[in-house]
């Protein structure tokens, strides 16, 4: 299957990235356009077909994902349009914000495999948590798309109703996440260690939070009890965040962040 990521920047850059890290995806089948050069070198050296040609990126490939800024969109659709063959190819936006009537107006075509799909920056360590909304898809088109997501992570096929929601809890949350990351570690800085290993305690402390929840399914509300001993240091921890609005600012974060 050959797939043509249109874009090398920061969410197309990790996308080809994620791709090439796949051991069952040939490098040779992954085609990255983009205009500048310069951004094409490094998939280049990692086996990826480049090209500053959509046009010759899209003629061949089984799937197109457009991954360019929202405001380029339209200019890069209405140019592949006429290569586009939709008895045969797959065509991911994965610009947000953008919608399914706008992109087939500027397809010019009547109906054409189309998905929204939203993933993270993770996906180039293949961690993303990618939503992906069919929008005219057969049920065995959907299956190829859900399975080039699957091997970059954890994806969800949902509506488009929900992709909002999606974009801000996961796309725009791994932002949030990092910040937090950031905090904690200047926290630590405080707390007397030097900044790189307070960094390191605090994504091994997040990656133990996250085994231990996927591990049982609990609530996390569960796994706090528990190191919540009565009159103990951690509550004393969780409350003062809390008098500080902790849970309601990254809800009011999350809400604010919706289109």
């Known amino acids: ?153 954890e994806s969800l096929v949902t509506d488009e109703d929900h992709l909002s929601a999606g974009t801000t809890l996961a796309s725009c949350g791994i932002a949030y996440a990092m910040r937090y990351v950031r905090a904690a570690s200047e926290g630590g800085v405080e707390l007397g260690f030097k900044a790189d290993l307070s960094k390191d305690i605090v994504l091994q402390t997040l990656k133990g939070a996250v085994a231990l929840l996927q591990a049982n399914g609990n609530h996390p509300e569960a796994e706090i009890d528990k190191v919540t001993t009565p009159g103990g240091l951690t509550i004393r921890g969780l409350n003062e965040m809390e008098h500080a609005g902790f849970t309601s600012a990254v809800i009011r974060g999350l809400k604010a962040a919706m289109p």
Do not use: Y
């Open 1 to 153: 299957m050959k797939i043509a990521v249109i874009g090398a920047g920061s969410m197309g850059g990790a996308f080809a990235e994620g791709l090439l890290k796949c051991d069952s995806i040939t490098p040779g089948d992954i085609i990255v356009s983009n205009p500048h050069e310069d951004k094409l070198e490094r998939f280049a050296r990692l086996g990826a077909s480049v090209t500053t040609d959509n046009v010759a990126a899209v003629e061949g490939a089984d799937v197109v994902a457009i991954v360019v800024k929202p405001w380029l969109v339209e200019q890069v659709v209405k140019e592949i349009s006429p290569v586009f063959n939709p008895d045969s190819q797959i065509l991911l936006n994965m610009a947000a914000a953008v919608k399914a009537d706008c992109l087939a107006e500027w397809m010019g075509k009547s109906s054409f495999p189309l998905f929204q799909v939203i993933p993270n920056i993770a996906i180039a360590e293949r961690a993303s948590m990618t939503f992906i909304v069919p929008v005219v898809a057969s049920e065995g088109q959907t299956k190829v798309v859900k399975a080039i997501f699957d091997k970059l992570g």
